[in-house]
């Protein structure tokens, strides 16, 4: 392979993966780090692919990251699609899950293939879930805070044993969001 082939083709595979983020509406700070392109490049693709498309209805996303975890914790079916895109971040290769302890991340996040195998997680959660109440962004932060470990955590349900994702700050009972609707079905709570 000529320089300028190989050259082509990792613009071409940092091209195809900015237009997979901007689709999914992913900050030009979340896009940069995985794809190495500017601002200034992001943000023409940005206008050149998506802002005069009407069916597309990419918006951009401004202002701050999403910082608090309550957000995926706070309803069952949160808790629910929170646990299934850990899993699914596991599963793509990108964090190698450990009880008891915080998950360790297996891939540097400024990398292309870090990029692909996110938005494969990502794809493949949209498909489980489609109310999707986990954005893209929000899935972002969610991978961070579980490598962290202070706030969120993976845990064994005391009842069906199954693995879930667990706020470690909670004071409640290790027990899965299916197992306490089960319950509180049952009036035990
Ligand atoms: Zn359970």
Not at 23 to 52: H, M, N, P, Q, V
Not at 79 to 97: C, N
């Amino acid at each position: 392979m000529r320089i300028s082939d190989s050259r082509y083709a990792r613009e071409r595979t940092q091209f195809e993966l900015a237009m997979r983020m901007i689709a999914y509406e992913a900050r030009t700070c979340t896009i940069r780090t995985c794809t190495g392109l500017s601002d200034d490049r992001i943000r023409k693709i940005y206008t050149t692919y998506f802002k005069e498309e009407p069916l597309m209805q990419v918006r951009r996303q401004r202002g701050k990251p999403p910082s608090r975890i309550s957000v995926y914790v706070k309803t069952g079916l949160h808790q629910s699609e929170s646990s299934t895109l850990g899993l699914l971040f596991a599963d793509a290769g990108l964090i190698l899950l450990r009880l008891g302890q915080s998950p360790k991340l297996l891939l540097s996040k400024s990398t292309v293939e870090f990029g692909q195998r996110f938005c494969l997680a990502y794809d493949m959660y949209c498909l489980l879930h489609p109310a999707r109440r986990i954005c893209f962004e929000r899935a972002w932060f969610l991978l961070d805070a579980l490598v962290r470990g202070d706030e969120l955590q993976f845990t064994r349900c005391a009842t069906c044993q199954n693995i879930y994702m667990h706020d470690s700050l909670s004071l409640t009972k290790t027990v899965c969001p299916g197992c306490r609707k089960r319950g509180q079905s049952r009036g035990v709570h």
